[in-house]
């Protein structure tokens, strides 16, 4: 089952390899440290701040509609147990 968290990531991910950046770059763009682009895409951490995500999308210079009209978020399963 894949999580939000795993599909903010892997949406990251395809977007700096659709445009050709590395993960620095990303952050540079986007008036973040590397640090938290890196610790955002690390399978480990469980929880990721949409206040981050804005910032990425902005760097990238998308809305965050455009950032979550992707078929990964619709096929996610509902996490509440």
């Known amino acids: 089952m894949t999580t939000v968290k795993e599909a903010v990531a892997a949406r990251f991910v395809a977007l700096m390899k659709e445009r050709g950046i590395r993960t620095n770059t990303l952050a ?19 929880e990721i701040s949409v206040n981050l995500v ?7 210079d998308i809305s965050l509609g455009e950032f979550f009209s992707d078929v990964l978020f619709d096929e996610l399963e509902q996490e509440i147990r």
């Open 28 to 46: 540079n763009i986007s008036g973040v440290t590397p640090s938290s682009v890196y610790s955002m895409l690390d399978p480990r951490r469980k």
């Open 54 to 60: 804005k910032k990425l999308c902005d760097g990238l």
